[in-house]
């Protein structure tokens, strides 16, 4: 079991362009999660997923955060017009299932920098 | 809403002392808690979790015990090793199905 991908693991973009992350969930997990790490707010929540379906996004930017899951096997966290504000660790994360308090399996995270 | 508060952003400590970490939380319901552990350059790890009061969670020498009374679940180990350095999160997830609510996080750091 190779646990939670992100890629990349480092980004850098210049203002105002666009970015996409990229989460590959383990594998029979049906809750897949998103959390911003910065050092000022820690782990913020920014949307989740049950078996594809989105379920709360109340943690996005509205206006230029997108996410999306077309498969059980990836999801992608897109982010348009990038501010560096936007600057902070973007972690993914899986459950098994979603119903309970389940364990969350995080990865690595992708380090987006915005210059 | 649900929140998690853990009181100390950083804690420095010598090897073989005792380490705690205060965890309190407010929630509606009766939730289910947990620690993870950080590493430079890697994603927040499950330690153990506790779901009901009196109920101690433990691993790796770390233990914490659900107390509804006090609304606290405190990261205790007896003695620290310099590889325990990290950071430690605390968390709370509902267990009606959604996300779960971060601490602000602890920084351990451990001197040999």
């Known amino acids: 079991n190779a646990g939670v991908i992100q890629t990349p693991r480092h980004k850098v973009t210049g203002k105002g362009q666009e970015a996409t992350l990229w989460c590959e969930p383990i594998s029979g997990h049906s809750a897949v999660f998103w959390y911003r790490q910065t050092i000022v707010q820690g782990l913020e929540f920014l949307t989740y997923?049950?078996?594809?379906?989105?379920?709360?996004d109340s943690g996005m930017p509205k206006e230029r955060f997108s996410a999306q899951m077309p498969n059980q096997s990836h999801s992608t966290l897109k982010i348009q017009s990038t501010q560096p504000q936007d600057s902070a660790v973007y972690l993914c994360a899986s459950s098994l299932r979603l119903g309970d308090a389940e364990t969350l399996y995080f990865g690595s995270g992708t380090r987006l920098t915005v210059l | 809403g649900d929140s998690v508060t853990q009181t100390e952003g950083q804690v420095a400590l010598s090897e073989e002392d005792f380490l705690t970490i205060h965890c309190n939380y407010s929630?509606?319901?009766?939730?289910?808690l947990f620690w993870y552990v950080q590493y430079p350059g890697e994603g927040p790890q499950f330690l153990f979790r506790?779901?009901?009061?009196?109920e101690k969670g433990s691993s790796r020498g770390f233990e914490a015990t659900y107390d509804k009374g006090t609304t606290s679940f405190h990261l205790r180990k007896a003695s620290v090793q310099e590889s325990d350095s990290a950071v430690y999160y605390c968390?709370?997830?509902?267990?009606?199905?959604?996300?779960?609510?971060f601490g602000t996080g602890t920084k351990l750091q451990v001197v040999p």
């Open positions: 968390a709370l997830g509902e267990n009606s199905g959604t996300y779960q609510r």
């Open positions: 997923f049950r078996n594809q379906a989105p379920i709360d």
């Open positions: 506790a779901s009901r009061d009196k």
């Open positions: 929630a509606s319901g009766y939730p289910a």
